[in-house]
């Protein structure tokens, strides 16, 4: 029996609909933004969280730190998040450590717990055992790290590590980041792992493209978790190719040391508002234009006590150093009884003492400058001191984050 065009109909209309539907797959697929393309087009900084697991069972962080990367100035920021940082974990409606909501399987908890902390969107993760770390080292071929003190210590196996510039290799590397000490504080272990991470992203750069060639760019992919294809993991560590390691800071969030549970926790100064202003002014110091009579140098700071409050200038030297000023002199002022916190400026650059008053909210400054049509030299010893960049007297508008009104 003949078909008629009437029994054709049905089947033409499914081909069509068919043709169409997979012309808007290709189309969709094919228009998709690569998420290191859609972070720059929008001329944003890329935050990209790393983590490296202790090979322990319970796989919990042994160190976790956040990249801040602005590619069109090259500059960046690291802020180190220590896992026995105290928060309330929402999800599970308990005050805890940070770290208790990792989970290396599936990292977004932990990844969401971090951005709440410094308030920014975190794009990418990086996700390495220690095994693997010590593998990644080694195809490198070593990080350079350059280690003051000399170490030689016997405890449950032998550590050495001579003073000077060292090249560890992955066995090397996984020791200098895991020993410890029993006279050695957290700090200078948190400190020892910092160094190791700037020099692990400093040799990722410099061999940026030999990690691009074949068989080394498949054992690349297959050494880190970012849950990205290889080609968008690429794409990521040919931007950080661009970052100057030397002049890049990296800072710890600070806090007060609270037992809970019978666990000493830091929880964040002012309820963690310091550290997210800390992270703002940071952020806005990566896509700051460069001043080249400024460059990238620390301005330096002299904290003095203007009131009869013990320890104010020593708890404001630690504010101001969360900011990356360099503290060169802590002290009290010629009077107790200063009213008005001031902020003497030295520097020659107007721009940055209005952005060391803005971290206090204080606006009275007073320029101390040399006169420029002053043409006679004072051969006086005075003239050889050095004076910081900025003193800050301390008064009793001050109550101990912002000036007051």
């Known amino acids: 029996m003949k078909k008629t065009n ?76 220590p896992g026995s940082l105290g928060m309330i974990i929402q999800s599970i409606n308990r005050v805890d450590r940070i770290d208790t909501v990792y989970d290396s399987r599936r990292i977004t908890p932990f990844k969401s717990e971090v951005e709440k902390l410094l308030g920014i969107e975190i794009s990418f993760s990086v996700v390495m055992s220690l095994e ?54 957290d700090e200078l272990a948190n400190f020892r792992r910092q160094r190791f991470f700037m020099g692990l992203i400093k040799r990722l750069s410099e061999k940026n493209q030999f990690l691009n060639l074949g068989q080394a760019a498949e054992i690349f992919h297959s050494l880190i978790k970012t849950g990205t294809n290889q080609r968008t993991q690429a794409k990521l560590f040919e931007e950080f190719a661009g970052i100057d390691t030397d002049r890049t800071g990296i800072q710890s969030v600070t806090g007060n040391i609270r037992t809970v549970s019978g666990q000493p926790l830091i929880f964040p ?77 030295r520097s020659g650059f107007q721009n940055m003492a209005l952005s060391f008053g803005d971290v206090i909210r204080c606006s009275n400054i007073q320029y101390d400058l040399p006169d420029p049509t002053d043409v006679e030299i004072d051969l006086d010893i005075r003239n050889f001191e050095y004076r910081a960049d900025f003193t800050l007297i301390i008064g009793k508008d001050f109550n101990g984050r912002y000036v007051t009104e």
Not at 28 to 50: A, M, Q, W, Y
Not at 288 to 312: H, I
Not at 325 to 344: C, F, L, P, Q, R
């Open 269 to 345: 100064h002012w309820d963690g508002s310091l550290i997210k202003e800390i992270v703002r002014q940071t952020l806005g110091g990566l896509v700051q234009p460069a001043d080249m009579s400024q460059g990238d140098r620390v301005f330096t700071v002299e904290v003095l006590n203007g009131t009869a409050t013990n320890g104010l200038a020593g708890r404001t030297a630690e504010l101001f150093r969360g900011f990356g000023y360099d503290i060169i002199s802590i002290g009290n002022a010629d009077s107790s009884n200063y009213e008005k916190t001031i902020i003497i400026d």
């Open 6 to 81: 009437a029994d054709a109909s049905p089947l033409l209309l499914v081909l069509i609909g068919l043709l169409l539907a997979a012309g808007i797959v290709f189309v969709l697929l094919f228009l998709r933004s690569d998420p290191i393309v859609e972070s720059l087009s929008g001329d944003r900084v890329i935050n990209t969280l790393f983590v490296f697991e202790d090979d322990d069972p319970s796989g919990k962080p042994l160190c976790s730190y956040v990249l801040m990367y602005y590619p069109v100035t090259k500059r960046a920021a690291v802020f180190d998040i």
């Open 132 to 185: 693997n770390l010590g593998k990644l080292t080694d195809l490198i071929e070593g990080v350079e790290i350059f280690i003051p003190s000399p170490v030689d210590e016997y405890q449950d196996g032998y550590v050495l590590f001579p003073s000077g510039v060292n090249y560890l290799d992955g066995d090397k590397a996984k020791i200098y980041i895991t020993y410890e000490l029993p006279e050695e504080s």
